[in-house]
């Protein structure tokens, strides 16, 4: 019996991607202005309910960063009528996973349950929407807790190599600072302030009730108008300032970590918002420069030249505004040959655009994976309420492929050249000063901070 021979030196060609659509959806709203979008899914007997209310961190007193967050977590503590304990407890007697967290894209609550269960489930998140006392004992605790997971990060390289990134890249702007404050910051919150954002303000934003799953428009109009119709939720939106000025040359901060093994390195740069008509160029564009293994990025530096196990660019959204970053671990050793590598594919393909191999290989991977991401129901939920927050067309979804197949070689080209901006990309490294200093210094401009930013002299 013959044996099936494969050349592994030849990376297989994309094959057909597999059928998919996204869900069709419905909107609408009840009379007190909440917006309902139902994505009716019924192979199996599960209800996700998203309520998505736009408060995010930009809300945050200036000094007192942490604040939404940490009412986000105070609002499962308590309601006029439920301890924490006995919320928890009515969540899981009837199998609710549930949460409530914010983001840079808004401030969320949700709930997934069997839909013999959702009355009870919707009751309960209700209740904690309009009802919660944020409890004095709880926020101590809560804080504190947030206390101790600031400390521990200044023991993480990757987590202070993220946050230094986007210090630098916003350094007057709340985006600079993480969503859950700071060491310095989370003092300075107040619950008298929590308290009064959540009677004021919470309710006077405008907020969306997504139901994903096993249930029908009329099934959830029915629910929010039993539920929810004395909320209130006006039409008010969080301002963002889309007023941000990058740096031209600035030096590359190395944040000094005593000991460490391996150096964090961080690489980042402002794009267009998310809705910018040239997203998908530059989606297509970030996939072949580092967004997956067979990317330009990861064949240099780890196939190549084995500086690291895996370098990944990835492009992250916020309201008004995008940044492009590229992350790696790399051997100390070759810190400073690893930046001048990244460099050099930034202007290789700004200068020589890309193959139609590569073109193909990554548009075949993105349209690959695209289903995958939408393969639960929250997954659903959490890409409606993206549509909402980045005021995305309703069919967005449904014609990603078809957007992809239009993207040529040449666009990759001038995309590169048009936004990403070699001399304004910021870059970050955390290691030890010891082992990394001088070879960086024989090719950059170095700025040597502590783990909390301050400068720091000569060793």
Known sequence: MSKRTIDRTQIPQPGEPRPFNFPEFTKGEIANGLKIITAPKSNLPLVNVLLYINASPLDDQHGAEGEMNLLSQLLLEGTKTFTGTQIADGFERIGAQYNAHVAWNGFFLEINVLKEHLVS?????????????????????????????????????????????????????????PVEGTEESLPNIRLRNLRRFYLDHLPSRSASLIFTGDITPEEAFALSKNDFSEWAPKIIRTEVSDDFFPSVNPPVILVHKPGAAQTEVRVGQFLPERKHPDFYKIKLMNEILGGYFLSR????????????????????????????????????????????????EVERLQADGVTEDELQNARGYLTGVFPNAFETIDQISEALANIITFDLPDNYYRTFRDKLKEITAEDIRQTARGYLMPDEMQVVLVGDREKIQKQLEEKFDVMVVDVKGNPIGEA
């Open 297 to 344: 990025l990861n064949q240099n530096l780890r196939e190549k030249n084995g500086f690291t196990y895996g370098i990944h660019s990835n492009l992250i959204y916020r309201p008004s505004i995008g940044v492009f970053t590229i992350s790696a671990a790399i051997q100390n050793e070759f810190a400073a040959p690893a930046l001048r590598e990244i460099f050099n």
């Open 121 to 177: 489930a919707f009751s309960l998140l209700s209740d904690v929407v309009q009802n919660a006392i944020l409890p004095d004992k709880e926020f101590d605790r809560l804080r504190d807790e947030t206390m101790v997971d600031r400390l521990q990060v200044l023991d993480i390289a990757g987590r202070l190599a993220n946050e230094h990134l986007f210090r630098q890249l916003f350094p007057d702007h709340r985006y600079g600072l």
